[in-house]
């Protein structure tokens, strides 16, 4: 089970998250997050990583030459897209990305591509909000292309075992009290707990 934590928005706390077991961290390129990152900063903190610790950037709505500026300023590995209004191309993105599926209901989860996606719960603010996707709506669909998000925290992981998820994504799961700041025990018990997982 992969993991990838988002929301990073100091060296201590990607440090700590890749000490813990991180096999990925997330940038948050959306300015109205309180997990926003400036560029220049993310960028900072990449440079600073070990080897094998993938760097995402996440948007939400922008359009493909800010995505590509901005992983290649903020030397992001992958771009986590969050493309509502379905514009992009996804052609002229010279980044590996992945797309966000903001589910609504089961159906949102039926007829897609055959590549990775990862899946999220639908709340306005686009996302960070530790708000849960119903898990039975993955009952009978192949999860092995899906990186789960959405209110996953140590208290309920051990529910989506046996689904088969490629990977989970969490944020503020593994949160201090301050939004934007990660709580290192919170993070070694939930990269404990997904490699248990199948
Ligand atoms: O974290 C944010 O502030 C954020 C802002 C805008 C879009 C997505 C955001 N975060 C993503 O939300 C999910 C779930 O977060 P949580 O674990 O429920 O807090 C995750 O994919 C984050 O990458």
């Known amino acids: 089970m992969r993991v990838k934590i988002c929301g990073i928005t100091n060296l201590q706390d990607a440090l700590e998250?890749?000490?813990?077991?991180?096999?990925?961290?997330?940038?948050?390129?959306?300015?109205?997050?309180?997990?926003?990152?400036?560029p220049?900063?993310?960028?900072?903190?990449?440079?600073?990583?070990?080897?094998?610790?993938?760097?995402?950037?996440?948007?939400?709505?922008?359009?493909?030459e800010f995505i590509n500026q901005i992983c290649f300023d903020a030397k992001m590995q992958l771009a986590q897209i969050i493309?509502?209004?379905d514009v992009l191309n996804y052609e002229k993105i010279s980044f590996k990305y992945i797309k966000v599926i903001r589910a609504?209901?089961?159906?949102?989860?039926?007829?897609l591509n055959k590549e990775y996606y990862l899946v999220d719960a639908f709340v306005d603010s686009f996302g960070g909000e530790g708000k849960r996707i119903a898990l039975d709506w993955f009952e009978s669909i192949d999860c092995s292309k899906f990186i789960l998000a959405g209110g996953l925290t140590t208290k309920n992981l051990k529910?989506?075992?046996g689904f088969?998820?490629?990977?989970?994504?969490?944020s503020s799961g593994v949160e201090s009290e301050v939004k934007g700041i990660k709580d290192r025990q919170k993070m070694i018990d939930f990269v404990k707990e997904a490699n248990e997982i199948k």
Do not use: H
């Open 159 to 161: 529910e989506i075992n």
């Open 164 to 170: 088969g998820f490629y990977g989970v994504d969490v």
């Open 83 to 85: 493309d509502d209004f």
């Open 104 to 111: 609504k209901e089961k159906k949102d989860l039926l007829n």
């Open 40 to 64: 220049l900063k993310a960028k900072e903190i990449a440079e600073k990583l070990p080897p094998f610790v993938q760097t995402v950037g996440l948007f939400v709505n922008e359009n493909e």
């Open 17 to 38: 998250a890749v000490n813990a077991g991180a096999n990925a961290l997330g940038f948050v390129f959306y300015k109205k997050s309180p997990r926003y990152i400036e």
